[in-house]
């Protein structure tokens, strides 16, 4: 396990050190969660659009869907989760 520290500043800012920007390459504007667990703190970088994803999930011989499927397929979950909550 690796340990990094970081200095807080009176206005409650740090700076992320080197080495941890580069594990995430983080870049200047990045926006970075911090993700509270059981008493501990995860950091991860949200650097990632969906279009730099895109794919991702694809399995081979599966036919890729189209825009409108997946906007449909997402229609149709978020009906399935209201009508279950009600």
């Known amino acids: 396990m690796n340990v990094f520290y970081g200095t807080m500043t009176s206005k409650g800012q740090t ?3 080197q080495e941890i920007r ?3 390459k983080l870049k ?3 926006r ?3 993700v509270v667990r059981n008493g ?3 950091i991860k970088a949200k650097n990632k659009r969906l279009i730099d994803v895109a794919g ?3 399995r081979p011989n599966v036919p890729a869907l189209s825009l409108t499927e997946m ?3 997402i229609a149709d979950a978020i ?3 209201v009508n279950r909550s009600t």
Do not use: K, S
Request: proline letters at 8%; charged letters at 30%; glycine letters at 4%.
């Open 56 to 58: 991702i999930l694809h």
């Open 22 to 24: 580069e594990l995430l």
């Open 28 to 30: 200047p504007g990045d």
């Open 79 to 81: 009906v399935e989760h």
């Open 15 to 17: 700076t992320v050190p």
């Open 71 to 73: 906007d449909e397929a």
């Open 32 to 34: 970075i969660r911090y």
């Open 40 to 42: 501990e703190v995860v």
